[in-house]
């Protein structure tokens, strides 16, 4: 069933790569007009390219933790095409510096706080500005598995990061159920992005760690995700908000994982 975003105006942080890059197609193809936030300005333009041009795409270069970037992304969605009917806040990092706590320094802590959870608080606070004026609009933030349960190879910002998310999102949620707006948090497993494979690609062990606790023995795919992300997105989801939205493969939910 094709069209289940047909006019609607989304905005997606983190669009030029992994989860980001395949819900941003799986949104034009289901009839979404997209503003494309990153800081990858050369893939950024292509990507506009590839889907059109300007009238269904329009690339922004924006740093997610300078508030007066993020209210420029959100404005631009709302001048370019009307309106802002979806924010899917998905830019994230995470270094190989953030590891235990008891060797991650303080300014790389800052740093992962500051992309993956000051970030979401911006891009909501910018996107409902323009959500609550329209009294309708869904929010998708994007946390983790590691959100809900103790990560086997430890990253601590980026836990407790994703943790903040999910914690706000479900205040989020509740707060501005009765104004039409909508707040879900996506949390996904391990997913094959750059971000994973960088994450991985120096320590087999780690990533082999990782994978042996996840019940269907592989990594999550983008698509997988982003088809997550259209249902949030789209009506299909209407009685859902402050939800936490699993697409694990079943990591969170297993006590043993068959081998």
Known sequence: MAGRLEGKVAVVTGGCSGIGLATVNRFVEEGAKVVIGDIDDQRGHELVGRLGGSQLATYVHVDVTDKDEVDALFQ???????????????????????DSIMDTDLDAWRRVQEVNLTSVYLCCKAALGHMRAQQSGSIINTASFVAVMGAATSQISYSASKGGVLSMSRELGVQFAREGIRVNALCPGPVNTPLLRELFASDAERAARRLVHVPMGRFGEPEEMANAVLFLASDESSFMTASTFLVDGGISGAYVTPL
Request: aromatic share 8%; glycine share 8%; net charge negative.
């Open 76 to 98: 631009t969605a709302k001048d370019t095409y009307g309106s802002v009917d979806v924010a899917f806040n998905n830019a994230g990092i995470s270094p190989p510096e953030d």
